[in-house]
C-alpha cells in the first residue's frame, strides 16, 4: 500500500514538473521569435499609432506607454474623443471633455483590457513570472496545419485569458478574453496577424477582432516608436481648459 501510495506521488510530481517545464519552454520559444525577451524588456517606452475600423467607422488609436503603469491611449478626435490614462495605482477616463477618475475595480479592468487587447502588439506573456501571472497549458487546438498550443493565463486579479501559439512560428496567434453581462457571457478573440520586424522585434500588423464567431472590427498598426523622447505630461492626471467646459457644459 505505501508502495503504490509513493508511486503515485512521484507520477504526480514528475506529471507537474513535466508540465511546468512544457509551458516554459513554449513562452521561451514565443520570446525567441518575438525578438527576445530582453530586446523587449530594454525599452524604455513606446509608442504606437493605429487605425481602429468598426461598424464601417475608421478612426485613430494611439498608445503611449513606459512599462505596464504608465500607459495613455487616445481614441477619436480631439474634445470629441476618449482619452484614458494610467499611472500606477490611478487612471482617468476623459470622455468628450468629461473626467472621470477610475476607482480601484475599474483600474484594475482598464488594465486588464489593454494589455490584452489593444496592446497585444507587444508579447502578451512577456515577464509573466515576475507578473505574478500563472499558466496552465489546456491541450492543442489544430487550425488548419497548424497546431496551436493553447495556454490559460491568471493575472494577479485572478482574471483570466487565453492566449493561442502556433507552433511552427512560436507567434501568438490568438487571445481570447470573456464578456461578461448579466444575463450572457461572450468570447472575445483577437486574432493577431501580418507579424512584421520593427526594430529587430516580431510585432502584428493586423488585428482582428472576433465577438465570438462574428468579426466586429479591425485594428491596423500604423506606426511604432521605440525609446523617444516622451513627455512625462502624458500620464498625469488630464486638466480640462475653459472652452473644453464650456463644450461639455453646451452639450448637457
Sequence with gaps: MKVTKLILFLALVFTVACGNSGIDDIVNKNMIARGGADKWKSNKNAAYGFNFQVSGIEMPIYIFKQGDEKINMQMGMGSMGLTTTINGNQGWNNVMSKIDTLKEESLAQTKFQLLTQYLLVEPVLLNWKEKGY????????????????K?????????????????????ERRVDTEI???????????????????????????????????ETG???????????????????????????????????
Design 180 to 214: 461578461k453581462t448579466k444575463k450572457t457571457t461572450s468570447t472575445l478573440s483577437i486574432y493577431l496577424d501580418n507579424y512584421k520586424i520593427v526594430d529587430g522585434m516580431q510585432i502584428p500588423e493586423t488585428l482582428i477582432i472576433k465577438m465570438d464567431t462574428t
Design 218 to 252: 479591425k485594428i491596423t498598426l500604423k506606426d511604432a516608436k521605440f525609446n523617444s523622447n516622451m513627455n512625462e505630461s502624458l500620464f498625469m492626471a488630464p486638466v480640462i481648459d475653459t472652452n473644453q467646459k464650456a463644450m461639455h457644459n453646451n452639450m448637457q
Design 151 to 171: 495556454l490559460i493565463v491568471t493575472d494577479k486579479n485572478k482574471k483570466k485569458f487565453t492566449v493561442y501559439v502556433e507552433n511552427s512560428s512560436w507567434l
Design 134 to 149: 500563472s499558466i496552465t497549458q489546456d491541450g492543442i487546438e489544430k487550425v488548419g496545419k497548424e497546431d496551436w498550443y
